[in-house]
Antibody
Framework: EVQLQESGPGLVKPSQSLSLTCSVT????????WGWIRKFPGNKMEWIGH???????SYNPSLKSRISITRDTSKNQFFLQLNSVTTEDTATYYC???????WGQGTLVTVSS | DVVMTQTPVSLSLAIGQPASISCKSS???????????LNWILQRPGQSPKRLIY???KLYSEVPDRFSGSGSETEFTLKISRVEAEDLGVYYC?????????FGSGTKLEIK
């Protein structure tokens, strides 16, 4: 069974960087696409970007200047870094298998001083 | 970006009633591959989103057949033939044809 688990700090100060890890079991990240999505307070969902089986990336243009998605195939993990965060980046962050067929449980990240 | 417009915002239905949710896109979702990457997910209270339907009308194996999806180009519909208690939550359509992928604003289904 495919399982994804997000981890990272729940509180980040404005202007700092947000770093999250997605640990995957039951499926190799060298296959398929692996994405990050966030859900803002209320119901709005936003696709952040993804990393492919080959390591290539695709980002939401609205975030492109601030984000980086990388991976460690030896640990079957992929990562999100979002720089220069503001309070508007407060959201629940999810990692997901391509096509959003499987999701992690999500991690709430609050940006506050 | 492709704008996904979902209606209604909320539904309050009794067990056994049918449900219908509309999703309209600002551009055709028919891709160059000939496939239409319009999908539906459900987020139950306190849970992460779960897959329901992909490519307009294809149900994932674990999804009950009371769910169905239809539509083409820019207009799509999710239907539940008879609502059950476990169907409550927020339904989202999302498109994977164009980058960036985009989501509808969600439809909250409540059980009377």
């Amino acid at each position: 069974e495919v399982q994804l688990q997000e981890s990272g700090p729940g509180l980040v100060k404005p202007s700092q960087s947000l770093s999250l890890t997605c640990s995957v079991t039951g499926y190799s990240i060298t296959s398929n696409y692996w994405g990050w999505i966030r859900k803002f307070p209320g119901n709005k969902m936003e696709w952040i970007g993804h990393i492919s089986y080959s390591g290539s990336t695709s980002y939401n243009p609205s975030l492109k200047s601030r984000i980086s998605i990388t991976r460690d195939t030896s640990k079957n993990q992929f990562f999100l870094q979002l720089n220069s965060v503001t309070t508007e980046d407060t959201a629940t962050y999810y990692c997901a298998l391509g096509g959003f067929a499987y999701w992690g449980q999500g991690t709430l990240v609050t940006v506050s001083s | 970006d492709v704008v996904m417009t979902q209606t209604p915002v909320s539904l309050s239905l009794a067990i056994g009633q049918p449900a219908s949710i509309s999703c309209k896109s600002s551009q055709s979702l028919l891709g160059t591959s000939g496939k239409t990457f319009l999908n539906w997910i459900l987020q139950r209270p306190g849970q992460s989103p779960k897959r329901l339907i992909y490519q307009v009308s294809k149900l994932y194996s674990e999804v009950p057949d009371r769910f169905s999806g239809s539509g083409s180009e820019t207009e799509f519909t999710l239907k539940i033939s008879r609502v059950e208690a476990e169907d409550l939550g927020v339904y989202y359509c999302w498109q994977g044809t164009h980058f960036p992928h985009t989501f509808g604003s969600g439809t909250k289904l409540e059980i009377k």
